[in-house]
């Protein structure tokens, strides 16, 4: 089979490869996050007090960050994290990114 391009500089319809290879991509992605000042400030205490927990010199936002996924895309239903699909999938319908209001009167 010729390698020669048509007009163009297309494949003539004899020519067009047969099949799809198909790439895996094998590097991370990166994603960034813009948070409020005060949600940083809130996972940032949370990372800080899970290090002292975990006997960790540190926890990484971005490590949290990766753990909450792996929570939510976990392959088995049964190893979920009760709750947690259905309370960031309400945040999520009402555009709720805040921390719930404390009870009790204040």
Same mark, same amino acid.
């Given at each position: ?5 048509? @007009? +163009? ?9 047969? #099949? ?9 992605? /990166? ?6 000042? !005060?949600?940083? @400030? #809130? %996972? +940032? /205490?949370?990372?800080? !007090? *899970? *290090? ?9 936002? *971005?490590?949290? #960050?990766? #753990?909450?996924?792996?929570? %939510? ?11 947690? =699909? =259905?309370?960031?999938? =309400? ?16």
């Amino acid at each position: 089979m010729s390698t020669r391009r048509g @007009k +163009k500089g297309r494949f003539a319809d004899e020519e067009l490869p047969t #099949a799809v290879e198909e790439t895996i991509r094998t590097t991370p992605i /990166r994603v960034t996050v813009d948070l409020a000042p !005060g949600l940083h @400030k #809130a %996972l +940032k /205490r949370w990372c800080n !007090g *899970a *290090a002292l927990d975990l006997d960790l010199t540190d926890v990484a936002l *971005a490590q949290a #960050a990766r #753990a909450l996924v792996v929570e %939510l895309t976990e392959p088995e239903v049964a190893n979920r994290l009760p709750g947690l =699909e =259905e309370r960031v999938r =309400e945040r999520l319908r009402t555009g709720n990114y805040t921390h719930t209001a404390p009870t009790g009167g204040q």
